[in-house]
């Protein structure tokens, strides 16, 4: 069992920056491959990027590739989200994600409660 808490999200301007960050519980954390998924209102979640349980490969959607960064550090047990010239089509509840790599939702087995990103144009 992973448990997972986000944090990290609030309000920037338009291409401004924010990290987000998930800790996980659990003396596993380093066995799983992680997410970051996203939902704005009214639309379905969706892939952010996923790194691999050793941090050696990354995937991200097209979206946010060159502007988003996917980092972990099992020592600490937590996953980050490095997000830098920022739009207000990023806007929207991130979920960080345990148990798989890549853009399918349903192959993750453990998901955070979300933190609120907003970005004013």
């Known amino acids: 069992q992973v448990q997972l808490v986000e944090s990290g999200g609030g309000l920037v301007q338009a291409g401004g920056s924010l990290r987000l960050s998930c800790a996980a519980s659990?003396?596993?954390?380093?066995?799983?491959?992680m997410g970051w998924f996203r939902q704005a209102p009214g639309k379905e979640r969706e892939f952010v990027a996923s790194i691999a349980w050793s941090g050696g490969s990354t995937s991200y959607a097209d979206s946010v590739k060159g502007r988003f960064t996917i980092s972990r550090d099992n020592a600490k047990t937590r996953l980050y989200l490095q997000m830098n010239r920022m739009k207000p089509e990023d806007t929207a509840v991130y979920y960080c994600a345990a148990g798989s790599v890549g853009p399918l939702a349903n192959t993750y087995l453990y998901w955070g409660q979300g933190t609120q990103v907003t970005v004013s144009s």
């Open positions: 659990g003396r596993t954390f380093s066995s799983y491959s």
